[in-house]
């Protein structure tokens, strides 16, 4: 048979809806910014249908010209055109293979494009470019290569864009002004953090920025944006040496990661005086926070906020019992249960019995160091949730 | 005579005093000589004071709201500020320079007006009226007119944005407002500028600080007017159980849902609390006992509604008691000779009631007739033994219960 044959052949066997690697690569000439619009747009819906299956999506990623060409569209066409290549790039974005291939493809830098799209205030594609980062961060190649840009960013003048620059899109009320929310700017920093040179830039003390995280411990509109900001602000306080700036009037953290955690129980006025300013006079109709799992790491945060002895008498003398104890009646998860049982007991121990300034530096046994090894081994193992549109 | 060369002689002291006393003297004679003028035009010597004050180059405190200004003074300035002698933008300037001088000494009511004038020559330059409107906001401050001060830095900042004394100016003023949340605002415009601005840090921490205070305040004073309405509900219920009838601000009298705490406020000078709901769930009311015989009264300040009248009779009157008061000269104000009586409105009439004295509170409160006036029941007391009784009961219908 001839090579057409084969190919026609080739091709009624995958079904109706694959192409050959060729075909894609066509696709590309259609995707042009300047292409006519219905071409563009049937282009583009023919894309998304690919993205929808798992042979489509590796044959996508496969045709680095038509990568580029949604990475072009998204950076300078402003019809919905822009809008489905930013949907198309989503879909793709979601599965961890996908990382290699976006970030390589040529034409105008990924992570770049993709900052710049989603701090643009008046963008409808910024939240689609949000997830997309979101996405990326999940792996320490995209982590990289995002922050390497945000870093980069903050060397140059305007237009480029920094860490500031993303916590006050994420934080600022109406920041996008054609109703995109940006939620997804939370997980992204939440990734981010676990470098430790964005936790570096995070918690600079010149500048407000961490602060700018704290109203949203307590965000109900959206639980992709709390978990994130929650998780990024737990992985910041795995740094000690901040630890007093943390708890200090600067930046004055400890009630925001209680206030989640606080119920409309009434205290008397002795206990009440106790408390911070953050958590008095709680409305009777104040609920816990729902989720679990943000209940679980509020409380890991909080117990790293006790690694040092000055940080647990401050974590103290704010009340944090106060809360804990009504908490802990309430908590019916027994993992939680167990997180909250080792803060208390931290808390209620006085120093002397503690013995031990920074925990941090206890000496773990080898036959304890291994068993802790293995099991957060098996922990990373477990698949993380996706995040697709 | 020889040619010999001409030596100056060589004078001895004695002629040279007499030289000069002759040269004293002629010059003497010459100014003596001379026609006399007047000097006129000078400073007198009285008044050579009050002139150098009123001298612009002597001058030596500044002149007071409403002092007039001397001839000279008020040349200068009309020569300073013609409009024919300088151009707008040059008198612009000047305001401005002018309200920078008062500023400096703090006559900031000055320095407003002149920065005013600067500002209503209306010249083109941007960086003028932004100095203008950002000093003008700065005397404003500190006169203590916050409102006015954040429009003109609103202005100024509309005119040259990222301008950071206005900025800075502006968070000030939120803060002295009390608009935590405006003020927070400011410094963000301020950190989008310049995001390591030491000060705006520094501000932004404070109104944040601030604003939870803020925040926790509106909690309380909202959990403290829920226990307030909830204190409330629960003493109308109550009355309303009760039957009790209060007059209303149209002076009509009103029952049940009708009933307001404002209508139960005591209108006696001197006495803070009307009537409360106790813990036991009984009613004590402040009573007022009237005695017209003699123009006396009695407040009893709490009385439980389920008390006998009697007993708050025998409390006052009873020789355990208060005894006889001294206006009770004739001695009939004993608890058993005691009548009591109340009086009501039936339409267009005036009746009283007598009331049996060992009725509970409770039962004649619940009367439809009684109604409570001024958050303070009151009743009238007569003896029985008294020719008043019959004159003041002669005046009226009365209603044996």
């Not at chain 2, 100095?131 to 003109?152: E, I, K, V």
């Not at chain 2, 601005?197 to 109104?207: C, P």
């Amino acid at each position: 048979m001839s090579q057409q044959t084969l190919r026609d052949v080739a091709r009624a066997r995958r079904g109706a809806f694959t192409d050959s690697d060729a075909a894609i690569s066509e696709l590309s000439q259609f995707l042009k910014v300047d292409t006519r619009t219905d071409v563009k747009a049937a282009a583009l819906q023919h894309v998304l249908g690919l993205t929808g299956s798992e042979a489509g999506r590796r044959q996508l990623l496969a045709a680095a010209d038509v990568l580029a060409q949604l990475k072009r569209l998204v950076a300078e066409d402003r019809s919905p055109a822009g809008h489905d290549a930013s949907l198309a790039l989503l879909n793709l974005s979601g599965f961890a293979a996908a990382g290699a291939p976006l970030l390589a493809a040529p034409g105008p830098n990924t992570a770049e494009l993709l900052l710049r799209r989603a701090v643009q205030t008046d963008s409808r594609l910024a939240d689609a470019c949000c997830m997309v980062l979101s996405n990326l961060s999940r792996h320490p190649a995209g982590c990289a290569a995002i922050w390497r840009c945000l870093r980069d960013g903050s060397a140059e003048a305007d237009g480029a864009v920094t860490v500031e620059r993303l916590v006050v899109a994420l934080c600022q009320r109406d920041f996008n002004t054609v109703g995109c929310k940006l939620d997804y700017l939370g997980p992204l920093l939440s990734n981010l953090t676990q470098l430790p040179e964005a936790r570096s830039y995070m918690l600079d003390r010149d500048r407000v920025v961490f602060q700018r995280l704290l109203p949203f411990t307590d965000y109900q509109e959206s639980l992709v944006r709390r978990t994130g900001v929650i998780g990024a602000i737990k992985n910041c306080c795995f740094e000690t040496d901040s630890h007093m700036w943390l708890l200090g009037p600067d930046v004055d953290l400890l009630p925001r990661l209680l206030l989640p955690l606080t119920g409309p129980e009434p205290y008397d006025d002795e206990d009440m005086e106790k408390l911070p300013v953050d958590l008095q006079y709680m409305d009777e109709t104040k609920t816990r926070e729902a989720d679990v799992d943000i209940r679980k790491m509020l409380l890991e945060a909080i117990t790293q906020l006790c690694a040092t002895r000055s940080a647990r008498e401050r974590v103290r003398a704010q009340g944090a019992y106060l809360i804990l104890r009504e908490y802990h009646k309430w908590e019916t998860d027994e993992a939680a249960l167990e997180l909250c049982e080792e803060l208390v007991n931290i808390l209620i121990k006085t120093e002397d019995e503690i013995g031990v300034d920074d925990l941090k530096a206890v000496q773990i046994p080898n036959d304890v160091a291994e068993r802790l090894h293995k099991e957060s081994a098996a922990a990373a193992e477990r698949p993380a949730p996706a995040d697709t549109a | 005579m020889a040619d010999q060369p001409h030596q100056p002689k060589v004078m001895t002291d004695a002629e040279r005093d007499k030289l000069a006393k002759t040269l004293d003297e002629e010059l003497d004679q010459f100014i003596e000589g001379l026609q006399k003028s007047q000097y006129k035009d000078g400073w007198k010597e009285e008044t050579w004071e009050k002139e150098m004050q009123e001298h612009p180059f002597f001058r030596s405190k500044p002149f007071e709201d409403g002092e007039e200004l001397p001839p000279l003074i008020q040349g200068l300035q009309a020569l300073k500020y013609d409009p024919s002698l300088h151009t707008e933008e040059e008198l612009a300037f000047t305001y401005k320079e002018d309200g920078n001088l008062c500023f400096k000494v703090k006559k900031y009511k000055h320095a407003v007006l002149n920065y005013t004038e600067g500002l209503r020559k209306r010249h083109p330059n941007i960086e003028l009226i932004t100095q203008l409107l950002t000093n003008r906001a700065a005397a404003n401050f500190h006169l203590g007119n916050f409102r006015s001060s954040l429009r003109d830095c609103e202005r100024a900042v509309r005119l040259t944005p990222g301008h950071m004394k206005a900025i800075l100016r502006a968070v000030q003023c939120c803060t002295k407002l009390g608009r935590s949340a405006e003020a927070l605002s400011w410094c963000d415009r301020g950190l989008a500028v310049d995001s390591t601005h030491a000060e705006l840090v520094r501000l932004h921490h404070a109104a944040t600080a601030q604003q939870r205070v803020e925040e926790r305040n509106r909690r309380q004073a909202a959990l403290k007017e829920r226990k307030q309405k909830a204190a409330d509900d629960r003493l109308l219920a109550a009355l309303a159980e009760r039957g009790v009838s209060v007059l209303s601000e149209e002076g009509k009298p009103v029952s049940g849902a009708a009933v307001r705490p404002e209508l139960l406020v005591p209108q006696v000078p001197g006495l803070e609390t009307g009537v409360q709901l106790t813990d036991s769930g009984d009613l004590s009311w402040p009573l007022m006992f009237l005695y017209p015989e003699h123009s006396q009264s009695d407040l009893v300040r709490a009385a439980l509604d389920t008390d006998p009248i009697s007993g708050h009779l025998e409390a006052m009157f009873g020789a355990d008691g208060g005894g006889s008061p001294e206006w009770d000269t004739a001695g009939t104000y004993r608890p058993d000779r005691l009548e009591v009586y109340y009086e009501y409105e039936d339409g267009l009439e005036t009746r009283v009631v007598r009331v049996r004295t060992d009725s509970r509170i409770r039962d004649v409160l619940a009367d439809k007739r009684y109604v409570v006036k001024g958050g303070v029941p009151g009743f009238i007391v007569l003896p029985r033994d008294s020719p008043f009784r019959t004159v003041f009961l002669g005046r009226y219908q009365v209603d044996e219960r």
